[in-house]
């Protein structure tokens, strides 16, 4: 089963008004497909922060193999 590294992102402004990315959360999900990997990252992300909608932390998801990452 493949495996993938899931970040989840946040953009913040600086005290000059330039956006930062900046990652909330990283999971390692084995799933079949990318969009299982995002099911069960989303689900864990909640479970963690106590929340029922991840959006509330971050403002996108990103899915890439480890080795896209570096790892």
């Not at 005290?15 to 069960?40: I, N, P, W, Y």
């Not at 963690?48 to 990452?69: C, H, N, Y």
């Amino acid at each position: 089963m493949p495996s993938f590294d899931v970040r989840f992102i946040k953009t913040v402004c600086d005290d000059t008004g330039h956006e930062h990315r900046a990652c909330q959360a990283m999971f390692k999900v084995d799933a079949s497909s990318l969009t299982t990997a995002a099911q069960l990252a989303e689900a864990d992300f909640c479970r963690q922060k106590g929340v029922r909608d991840w959006t509330i932390f971050a403002d996108s998801i990103e899915l890439r193999m480890p080795s896209a990452w570096g790892g």
